[in-house]
């Protein structure tokens, strides 16, 4: 606990401080976040024989991330959508090369979900940091995530009995699930006020990430489970591996984006 309390205190600043200045400090964050977590995500897969082919992975991780940082400077967004069509040519084309006949369709597979899961969907946290000037939006999304994990945790860690999903994850429990949801509902209300969303797409937010970031954990447990490993790496001491930090935002990130542009800001 010592160690996971220091990790944050250090880690938490630099963080907010990027997603509060933007720029290229909050592009080269994103990066890093997500190549350490597709490569441990890739090595969960070999933990399972399977063969990804990493290089493509990585490089159209990193393309998929620039590509849209660049393209909200030059409103090159439809384009965006054409990389991931790129991508997918280029892993069958590199499979060529895994030599694993055999295997292709799983080695296919695995690659091209490792671009979708962590390239694709990391990029969609530049998309909404773009939408303020100062990431008031992205802050919203983090506190409230944070404030989510932080409870469902402490909750479900003291007084959880009920299991939530103990096939996937054991130690998740529906008693922490559900004060998670309601803490994201009332730090959706305070953090909104700051953010200047209307009460009630606050508390619609509030309601999307209660349930979303949840299932978004839950979703990295199954992966872990199916591959047979606690965490998905140790690069953060106390904490695991980064993709273990990122799991509840992976999935939240687009929901909250496309909340944002078709009905907030419409």
């Known amino acids: 606990m010592l160690r996971r309390l220091l990790t944050v205190l250090v880690a938490a600043p630099i963080v907010i401080a990027c997603v509060y200045f933007g720029g290229i400090a909050f592009l080269i964050l994103i990066l ?48 965006h ?34 671009m979708i899961y962590i390239g694709w969907f990391f990029s969609y946290f530049l998309f909404i940091r773009a939408l303020t000037d100062r990431g008031a939006y992205i802050l919203f999304m983090m506190f409230t995530v944070w404030a989510l994990d932080i409870v469902a945790y402490l909750v479900g860690s003291k007084f959880g009995k009920h299991k939530l999903l103990p096939s996937v994850s054991p130690n998740k429990s529906v008693e922490g699930a559900i004060a998670g949801f309601i803490v994201a509902l009332i730090a959706a209300a305070v953090f909104g006020y700051f953010a200047g969303f209307a009460l009630e797409h606050s508390l619609i937010l509030g309601a999307l990430i209660g349930v979303v970031a949840q299932l978004s954990d839950l979703v990295e447990s199954l992966i872990k489970r199916d591959a047979g490993v606690k965490d998905s790496g140790n690069l953060i001491p106390g904490h695991g591996g980064v993709l273990d930090r990122m799991d509840s935002f992976i999935l939240t990130a687009p929901v909250m984006y496309y909340y944002l542009v078709w009905v907030i800001l419409k």
Do not use: Q
């Open 32 to 79: 890093a976040l997500a190549i350490a977590s597709i490569n441990e995500f890739y090595n969960m897969m070999k933990a399972k024989d399977f063969h990804p082919a990493y290089w493509v992975g990585n490089f159209f991780t990193v393309i998929f991330i620039i590509f849209a940082y660049y393209a909200l400077k030059k409103h090159w967004e439809p384009a």
């Open 81 to 114: 959508s054409a990389m991931l069509t790129v991508a997918a040519v280029a892993t069958m084309l590199a499979t060529l090369w895994l030599k694993r006949p055999k295997e292709a369709i799983v080695d296919i597979s695995v690659t091209l979900l490792g």
